[in-house]
């Protein structure tokens, strides 16, 4: 079955305390991103790779790494979290970036409380 | 900022009548529109695209473009409870790279 896999979906944790939210897919999609969701805001876009070891910067990347060393999988790092970063979160992926046809694939979210 | 408008809601609508979602966007260059549906505590799904001005139709969904006025409408024939969800529009911009949503729309269809 072709999806998004996201663990963990549910995470209490700490102020600084690292962690790290994976995210794998298995269509063999070029393109991958990650999204937080907080109410009233919509999605806003963290990160975001083009293609292996090709990454960058969305609209709110302060506070997250990334890496993509695999076509398939997509980690998100949190190297000190805050509790800003109490959100829930979203990695997406898509056959490719640039096109007419742009449809994106999410995984099932990551509920992440900081406290 | 790229940014994209929408009425937070709640919209309610009775079973059987039409629902009209709006959207602004403030990026002239953008080029390719979505509409996703997103139910509560699940994550966001495809439901319609528009990459060029006037209607497209599929199913009981209709999107409407205007880019000389910057709006994006989803149109839902014959609401259903089961359409009761947060819809969400987006754009794409800088080159392809990147998707914009609003803050999404919560739709109530009563039975």
């Known amino acids: 079955e072709a999806q998004v896999t996201q663990n963990p979906r549910y995470l209490i944790t700490v102020t600084g305390k690292k962690l790290t939210v994976t995210c794998s897919q298995n269509m063999n999609h070029e393109y991958m991103s990650w999204y937080r969701q907080d109410p009233g805001l919509g999605l806003r876009q963290i990160y975001y790779s083009m293609n292996v070891e090709v990454t960058d910067k969305g609209d709110v990347p302060e506070g997250y790494k990334v890496s993509r060393k695999e076509k398939r999988n997509f980690p998100l790092i949190l190297e000190s979290p805050s509790p800003n970063q109490t959100s829930l979160y979203f990695c997406?992926?898509?056959?490719?970036?640039?096109?007419?046809?742009?449809?994106?694939?999410f995984g099932p979210g990551t509920r992440l409380t900081v406290t | 900022q790229k940014e994209v408008e929408q009425n937070s809601g709640p919209l309610s609508v009775p079973e059987g009548a039409i629902a009209s979602l709006n959207c602004t966007y403030s990026d002239r260059g953008s080029q390719s529109f979505f509409w996703y549906r997103q139910y509560s505590g699940k994550s966001p799904e495809l439901i319609m695209s528009i990459y060029s001005n006037g209607d497209k139709e599929d199913g009981r969904f209709t999107a409407q473009l205007n880019k000389a006025s910057q709006y994006v409408s989803l149109l839902i024939r014959d609401s259903q409870p089961s359409d009761s969800a947060t819809y969400l529009c987006?754009?794409?911009?800088?080159?392809?790279?990147?998707?914009?949503f609003g803050g999404g729309t919560r739709l109530m269809v009563k039975p």
């Open positions: 997406a992926s898509s056959l490719r970036a640039i096109g007419v046809t742009y449809e994106q694939y």
């Open positions: 987006a754009f794409i911009y800088n080159a392809g790279n990147m998707l914009t």
